[in-house]
């Protein structure tokens, strides 16, 4: 079948999180399946961009209320991602550096989706199914179903999966002029609290919505940034999916970007290199366990704990703990992260930015890694950890709850139930004894390591859903 994946997101094209991640795997593993997979992004001025060549294979004009935007669908020329990926270029809006965070992202992402669309229709091949991803694509399956110019895909079956339910893209019914011209009897489908809500609209448009674990799923129904209504309205068309993590990309044996290379059979020595070389590159004593956080620094993530947490584990573990941070955020959590350098020289450091190589350096060589997240709708990082090794710190939510098992109950991990300082130290301190006790500690280490979560067991689960909106118009 031909699949089309519409994201804002795809590694290694553009990355800020988990959506990238998945973007970038799961369309691969739909290929090798025996499907017609292409995914197409906006094309920002990225590295990626800049390194690779693409060929240009249509051009047009989008439309935006009042507005024309010359644009053009680049493709990479050498498939060399195991998919078909296509680039959607619209200089004035997406020929700079960051993926989000302008003041005309609503613009931006409406302009992407008409010309999506306007080249798709162009091509007078109508694909099986279009999976849109997260709110910047959500107003695809209205507009292929109301839209009179993209009257010919009218059948064309789409699914929204969710990585994300707290961001929805909403904007004003002052700019509803942007969207082509539909049959106005319809307009009821972009309303959600007297705005256009993109996500909203992508859920009760979409003939099936998926989110990125089970958990997360049953959570969205009592906590959806006021969508929690609409989830469960939809309840019949929705499934949670666990993602996958890239075996090719996430591999400690080959991952070129770390220090040594090693698998079960020798992670011991293996991990000790690398965590050698990131405590000398931070100033930090190997000997001692080493805990470290990888992510967006915002309250979803538990970032606003982190501080308060570190500087309590380390006042009470001074001697033996080491706690490293990389990323980036909130600018007061960012600040006071960087103010405890001071305080917790030897022990503590934090890299503000954002650094894929560190990343994968890190999961090769920390001891544990802390996930305090209020809302996880999958969480990659635990997955990462475990494959390299390393022992995940969560609290139990969304796919944190369905990947990771406490250890006290024979499982891969650390667990506990608030989002607070006090949970997060305790959690700590249990990693602390079972660091000290390295028999068991090296048995919840290759719990973690053998852990299935390959994408082919996960994408055939997308192929289901795909063939049943196709042969019976539900799931
Ligand atoms: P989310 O998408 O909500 O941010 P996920 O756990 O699904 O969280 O995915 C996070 C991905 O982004 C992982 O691949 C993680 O390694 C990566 N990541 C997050 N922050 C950084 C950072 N500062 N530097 C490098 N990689 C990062």
């Known amino acids: 079948m031909e699949i089309f994946h519409i994201s804002a997101e795809c590694y290694p094209m553009a990355k800020v999180g988990g959506l990238a991640d998945v973007v970038g795997a799961l369309p691969k593993y739909q290929t090798n399946a025996g499907h017609n997979t292409r995914v197409v992004v906006p094309c920002y001025d ?136 539909f049959d106005l009897k319809h307009v009821g489908f972009l309303e959600w609290n007297n705005c256009i809500n993109s996500l909203a609209v992508g859920i009760k448009c979409a003939d099936a919505v998926t989110t990125v674990s089970p958990s997360y799923l049953n959570e969205i129904n009592y906590a959806a940034n006021g969508l929690e209504g609409l989830f469960n309205s939809v309840r019949n068309k929705s499934k949670g999916i666990l993602n996958g993590i890239d075996f090719e990309v996430w591999n400690p044996l080959k991952d070129s970007m770390i220090a040594e290379n090693y698998s079960i059979n020798d992670f011991e020595a293996g991990k000790q290199k690398n965590k050698e070389k990131l405590c000398e590159q931070f100033e930090l004593d190997p000997s001692k366990p080493l805990f470290s956080f990888i992510g967006r620094l915002f309250d979803e993530k538990g970032g606003d704990l982190l501080p308060q947490a570190t500087a309590l584990a380390l006042s009470e573990n001074f001697e033996n703990l080491n706690i490293l941070i990389l990323g980036s955020g909130k600018p007061e959590i960012e600040s006071q992260l960087i103010q405890l350098r001071t305080d917790y020289k030897g022990n503590y450091n ?110 055939q689960e997308y192929i289901e859903i795909y063939n049943l909106i196709i042969e019976k118009n539900e799931i």
């Open 46 to 181: 990225t590295k990626f961009k800049n390194e690779n060549i693409f060929e240009c294979v249509h051009w047009g004009t989008v439309k935006l209320g009042n507005f024309n935007f010359p644009f053009n669908v680049l493709k990479e020329s050498t498939n060399k991602l195991g998919y078909e990926l296509y680039l959607i270029e619209i200089n004035e809006l997406f020929n700079r550096p960051n993926i989000y965070g302008y003041e005309d992202d609503i613009e931006r992402f409406v302009a992407f989706q008409i010309a999506v669309l306007d080249w798709i229709i162009a091509r007078n091949k109508v694909p099986d199914v279009i999976n849109c991803h997260d709110h910047h694509t959500g107003l695809i399956p209205f507009l292929l179903q109301f839209a009179y110019k993209y009257e010919n895909l009218k059948d064309v079956k789409t699914v929204i999966t969710i990585h994300n339910g707290l961001y929805q893209g909403w904007f004003g019914f002052d700019k509803l002029y942007y969207l082509p011209e």
């Open 350 to 459: 934090v890299f503000i930015g954002y650094n894929e190589d560190l990343a994968h350096l890190i999961y090769a060589g920390s001891d544990y890694i802390l996930m305090p997240s209020r809302v996880e709708p999958c969480g990659l990082n635990q997955m990462y950890a475990m494959r390299y090794g390393t022992i995940p710190v969560v609290r139990r939510t969304g796919g944190l709850r369905d990947t990771v098992i406490d250890f006290g109950d024979d499982g891969n991990g650390i667990c506990h139930d608030q989002a607070s300082v006090g949970d997060i130290c305790y959690s700590i301190n249990r990693g602390l004894k079972l660091f000290a006790d390295k028999i068991n500690f090296n048995k919840v280490v290759q719990r973690g390591m053998t852990a299935d979560h390959s994408w082919e067991r996960v994408c």
